[in-house]
């Protein structure tokens, strides 16, 4: 889940999956996010806070900064009603 804040509603949303297991706690995507969706986390070497997730645009710009990209230390949880479908055209 999400860490519930005091004076705050809860957001089951979730728009970045951050790997705890991979994650250096280097806050490259705390830095790059135009919306401040992440919250530097205040342990030393652990990933970032997802605080603001439901203010995420999914420009992938905490995927493509993140130096741990290649073994996917972060990812972006596209909904559904955002996924691009491609349909074949009539035929016949």
């Given amino acids: 889940m999400g860490i ?6 809860y ?4 728009a970045v999956e951050i790997n705890a297991a991979i994650c250096s706690g280097c806050n490259h995507c705390v830095e790059i ?3 401040d969706v992440f919250v530097a ?20 710009c905490c995927v493509e900064q993140c130096p741990l990209k290649k073994k996917k230390a972060i990812r ?9 479908s491609v349909l074949k055209g009539n035929e016949g």
């Fill in 76 to 84: 972006l949880v596209i909904p559904l009603p955002m996924r691009v």
């Fill in 41 to 60: 986390n205040p342990s030393k070497g652990e990933p970032p806070l997802v605080f603001y997730p439901e203010e995420c645009w999914f420009c992938g």
């Fill in 11 to 14: 957001s089951p949303f979730k």
């Fill in 4 to 9: 519930q804040q005091p004076g705050r509603i």
């Fill in 33 to 35: 996010c135009p919306m």
